[in-house]
């Protein structure tokens, strides 16, 4: 299947501070990306869709700016989590649906964040 | 918007024995179900899909039906084995938009 590709899978910061996590289609091109946060024992739950060249549609609840995203290539989208706090420790999953006639959706690898 | 139940949350099986899990959607136009299997601190795996055009699709030990009239479909797994033991979403999307997930059901098959 396709690949997607997630950087960094884990993270260690301070309070305070801002964090980017990347995810790349690194072979095809994805037009549209999904930012999840998924807490412990449970279900994938959208922050926010990234599309590319266009601004991130963000779900209810969740701050734009808080949560930065940006999609500047069809192979690349980032998830910047700004003045981080303990309550974002979280898994981060992106992931980018294949462009092709099937449109299946594959998964970055996920990046855990642990805000200390 | 689409809403998405799953039952049951969590399934316990005895090696060998089939397990069954089974989703609702309440968007008719939801026509690609896609069903994700993730192992702990990993990311979900894409195991198997159906679309609306189809009742039911099978691959070895895995197989999914669909019932579009009643706005449901499941995942059976036949021969269960100690790895298949993992949190498995289902998932209903539209072609084109987001996919909604299942709240999950966390198998585990007992040796």
């Known amino acids: 299947g396709a690949v997607v590709s997630q950087h960094p899978s884990w993270v260690i910061c301070k309070s305070g501070t801002s964090v980017k996590i990347e995810c790349r289609s690194l072979?095809?091109?994805?037009?549209?990306m999904f930012w999840y946060r998924q807490f412990p024992k449970q279900s994938l739950m959208l922050m926010a869709t990234?599309?590319?060249?266009?601004?991130?549609?963000?779900e209810q609840g969740v701050e734009k700016d808080k949560f930065l995203i940006n999609h500047a290539s069809l192979t690349l989208s980032t998830l910047t989590v700004t003045s981080a706090h303990p309550e974002d420790s979280s898994f981060y999953i992106c992931?980018?649906?294949?462009?092709?006639?099937?449109?299946?959706?594959?998964f970055g690898e996920g990046s855990r964040l642990t805000v200390l | 918007g689409e809403n998405v139940e799953q039952h049951p949350s969590t399934l316990s099986v005895q090696e060998g024995d089939s397990a069954v899990i089974k989703c609702t959607y309440s968007?008719?136009?939801?026509?690609?179900f896609p069903w994700y299997k993730q192992e702990l601190g990993k990311r979900p795996q894409l195991i198997i899909d159906?679309?609306?055009?189809?009742g039911e699709k099978k691959d070895q030990r895995i197989a999914v039906t669909l019932n579009k009239t009643a706005k449901h479909f499941s995942l059976h797994i036949t021969e269960t084995q100690p790895e298949d033991s993992a949190v498995y979403f289902c998932?209903?999307?539209?072609?084109?938009?987001?996919?909604?997930f299942g709240p999950g059901t966390r198998l585990s098959v007992l040796p």
């Open positions: 992931s980018a649906r294949f462009q092709g006639s099937t449109g299946e959706l594959f």
């Open positions: 072979d095809f091109q994805a037009t549209t």
């Open positions: 990234s599309n590319e060249g266009s601004k991130a549609t963000y």
């Open positions: 968007d008719s136009a939801s026509n690609y």
């Open positions: 159906i679309r609306s055009n189809v």
């Open positions: 998932a209903a999307s539209t072609y084109g938009q987001n996919f909604v």
